[in-house]
């Protein structure tokens, strides 16, 4: 059984979202928010100054390639935290984990720092380490 309050979950979509499934997710007490960018994608910059408006100290985006570009790219990311499994999917279709435009010099790449691995279990583990902020952001 799970307990939860009303309003304890935020949904950020687009205006691309369908108004019934929006109000079906309202009626379970769910906050939805319209944060779209001039590109039709979620607006994360926003996100960030909504919720730092209301006092949030941190948010966790678990997501796939795109929405993980978007965070690194805009800046909005403070930090990572990779999951690595013993497996190996690779192909030359397989996803990037941060797929988008991208960067193509090593002189532009994305910078980490006080980086730390995290022994999950034998066959696993993680990386933890904090974003450069740079002049791009």
């Not at 795109?66 to 990311?77: D, H, I, P, Q, Y």
């Not at 010099?105 to 720092?113: G, N, Q, W």
Request: with cysteine.
């Amino acid at each position: 059984m799970v307990a939860t309050c009303l309003n304890d979950v935020l949904v950020v979509t687009t205006s691309a979202a369908s108004q019934e499934r929006r109000k079906r997710l309202e009626a379970k007490g769910v906050r939805v928010e319209v944060l779209e960018a001039s590109d039709g994608r979620a607006d994360l910059r926003a996100l960030t100054e909504l919720l730092a408006r209301e006092q949030y100290q941190s948010l966790m985006i678990e997501a796939g390639s795109r929405v993980n570009w978007t965070a690194l790219e805009s800046g909005v990311a403070d930090k990572i935290f990779f999951y690595y499994a013993p497996k190996i999917l690779g192909g030359t279709q397989s996803l990037p984990v941060a797929g988008g435009a991208g960067r193509r010099r090593r002189s532009d790449a994305i910078l980490f720092h006080d980086l730390k691995l995290h022994s999950i279990t034998p066959n696993e583990f993680a990386v933890e380490a904090w974003l450069e902020k740079p002049h791009w952001r």
